[in-house]
């Protein structure tokens, strides 16, 4: 097994594309096949798969997402770090804290427009930690 952790920063709410660093890692290990696991050590953001070609996909997603989640709802009672605080924590529990993909030849086993993203739910900037763990298969 090889593990790293990647440290992230993020300019407030938004994705943050980390295919690219992510599957570096998978190639440090060098280990052939197996599983990458990708967890955050955060509860205001998220991990995800989807579409990397088209930015207007991750537009659509905050736009559902805010709606399903909205900064500031009078019914939050934990509001400790502003209005964005309860809604952070909502959106990181719908979407994932981690996600596995399989890898092989040394490399990322993603579909055509598949990237893998942080998407940050808080609305000022963070710093996040990835831990990746490469799992030989």
């Known amino acids: 097994m090889h593990r790293e952790t990647l440290e992230i920063s ?3 709410r938004g994705f943050k594309e980390i295919t690219r660093q ?3 890692i998978v190639a440090r290990a060098g280990i052939r096949e197996g599983l990458c696991n990708a ?3 955060h509860t205001s953001a998220s991990l995800v798969i989807t579409e990397n070609a088209d930015p207007d996909v991750l537009t659509d997603l905050e736009t559902v997402i805010s709606d399903l989640a909205p900064d ?3 019914r939050y009672t934990h509001t400790a770090e502003g209005p964005d605080d309860m809604s952070a924590h909502i959106r990181s ?3 994932r804290t981690s ?3 399989p890898f092989e030849s040394g490399r990322l086993r993603l579909g055509t427009w598949q990237g893998l993203f942080l998407w940050e739910h808080r609305t000022r900037p963070h710093a996040r930690k990835v831990v990746v763990s490469i799992l030989p298969g």
């Open 99 to 101: 996600v596995s993909i």
């Open 22 to 24: 992510v599957d570096d």
């Open 93 to 95: 529990m719908l979407t």
């Open 72 to 74: 500031g709802d009078p």
């Open 10 to 12: 993020t300019p407030g």
């Open 39 to 41: 967890f955050i050590l």
